[in-house]
């Protein structure tokens, strides 16, 4: 597969991608050498230093680890689920190595605060509430709430309507198969929370413990917000990583 097929992103984030895929699928089991450089090179048609930046993702990630004259390897996971989340292609992906447990189905519901942030004229939103398991951990509790467009679209899921139904999708991917418009960005933000009972009995942990809350504001290709996702997430089963750069202007 050739990167070129992807426009408009670098060569290197592509590949970066794709390796993690791989790496997640467990093509490469822990201390398994991946290709070479120039086998890299030479079967995604790039140069060897868009590897090398791959390779360099991949390693600040903690998804492999470099043997000067030895090579380059899937790092060992020692239990604890890290996956870079800096796109919305990374978010779908969750459906490569995670499954989905609905604790409260899909309904139609009030909430005033939900259907603010997602710019409605009523108070109504349409609420799933499942949590994430990987390898039969959960390490993620959420409660989405969506536009009803968005709700209508999903309405013959039947993964989303059944009380302990069992899915590898994640709600965006299946949105963005349904939507007229395909999801484009997400507006995010982290904070620190506590665990209550609701959140403790879904996720193995005591009430009170510190939680990791990611809340997304996920907007199609003409800004419009169609899911508000209110993600719990227990700290030790999840690593964020951002880049920053220094601005230039």
């Known amino acids: 597969m050739s990167t070129r097929e992807h426009s408009g992103e670098a060569a290197y984030k592509v590949l970066a991608r794709e390796l993690r895929q791989a790496i997640l699928q467990r093509r490469y089991v822990d201390g398994t050498r991946l290709p070479t450089e120039a086998e890299l090179a030479d079967e995604y048609e790039v140069s060897r230093q868009t590897v090398r930046r791959a390779f360099h993702d991949l390693v600040a990630e903690g998804m492999v680890y470099r043997v000067p004259g030895r090579g380059t390897f899937a790092a060992p996971r020692d239990g604890q689920y890290l996956r870079q989340f ?104 982290i904070t620190a929370a506590s665990a209550d009972q609701t959140l403790a009995d879904a996720l193995g942990c005591g009430v009170g413990d510190p939680l990791l809350r990611v809340d997304r504001i996920y907007l199609t290709t003409d800004q419009q917000p169609v899911e508000l996702a209110i993600n719990h997430f227990l700290p030790e089963q999840y690593s964020y990583r951002v880049k920053l750069r220094r601005s230039t202007h």
Do not use: N
Request: charged share 25%.
């Open 86 to 189: 800096g796109s919305i292609e990374d978010l779908m992906g969750l459906s490569l190595d995670t499954q989905l447990e609905v604790l409260r189905p899909l309904r139609r519901k009030v909430d005033i605060d939900a259907a603010s942030r997602l710019r409605l004229d009523s108070d109504v939103v349409h609420t799933v509430v499942f949590r994430r398991t990987h390898e039969g951990d959960s390490f993620c509790h959420t409660t989405v709430h969506l536009h009803p467009a968005a709700a209508a679209a999903l309405g013959d899921v039947p993964e989303l309507g059944e009380v302990g139904a069992v899915s590898d999708a994640t709600i965006i991917g299946l949105l963005d198969t349904r939507l007229p418009t395909p999801i484009a960005e997400a507006e995010q933000s």
